[in-house]
T-cell receptor
């Protein structure tokens, strides 16, 4: 039972444009959400997080939006850079004991 | 560098064998998580320990076991290995339990079962 879903396995974006990565979840008890970036043969690296009391969190070029009613979150990267090419995982947690990960979206930023 | 150290980085072993993966969490982190990533799969949660005690269990096979020692390092034991156990195994750590904390991943241990 996949409680966190990333329905787009891959995404290609031109350099300088906006990248939008989407994530849906099913468990309404999730109250903390994170995005991780992963390069091949490396561990996932924490990017940005958001708690359920907010609907937006921004950190430089990265912004995460949370729509609790739709059980949907998205990661916006503006402007996209070639170095952003990686696999992006979203994750959700209810109690902090378990973190449920999506299957990842592979982002390719085309120079 | 996340501060989470995993050894070995690569391991090739035969079916039916047993291996141990080791993880040292970030300094000060009490909670350790183990995840499995197979080809084209997401990160599957296996098990979590907090300060030496098991806190949560995910899709961990009975052939697998883990423990967290008093110095907080953790080991994941995989036995009676099968070809399908070939995967990247990640350890992650966090400060504590509870709300709004981040988990940090090690670089993973590549296990190939032949």
């Amino acid at each position: 039972d996949q409680q966190v879903k990333q329905n787009s396995p891959s995404l290609s974006v031109q350099e300088g444009r906006i990248s939008i990565l989407n994530c849906d979840y099913t468990n309404s008890m999730f109250d903390y959400f994170l995005w991780y970036k992963k390069y091949p043969a490396e561990g996932p690296t924490f990017l940005i997080s958001i708690s359920s009391i907010k609907d937006k969190n921004e950190d430089g070029r990265f912004t995460v939006f949370l729509n609790k009613s739709a059980k949907h979150l998205s990661l916006h990267i503006v402007p996209s850079q070639p170095g952003d090419s990686a696999v992006y995982f979203c994750a959700a947690s209810d109690t902090g004991n378990q973190f449920y990960f999506g299957t990842g979206t592979s982002l390719t930023v085309i120079p | 560098d996340s501060g989470v150290t995993q050894t070995p980085k690569h391991l090739i072993t035969a079916t039916g064998q047993r291996v141990t993966l080791r993880c040292s969490p970030r300094s000060g982190d009490l909670s350790v998580y183990w995840y499995q990533q197979s080809l084209d799969q997401g990160l599957q949660f296996l098990i979590q320990y907090y300060n030496g005690e098991e806190r949560a269990k995910g899709n961990i096979l009975e052939r697998f076991s883990a423990q967290q020692f008093p110095d907080l390092h953790s080991e994941l034991n995989l036995s009676s290995l099968e070809l399908g156990d070939s995967a990247l195994y990640f350890c992650a750590s966090s400060v504590a339990l509870g709300f709004s904390h981040t988990i940090y991943f090690g670089e993973g241990s590549w296990l190939t079962v032949v």
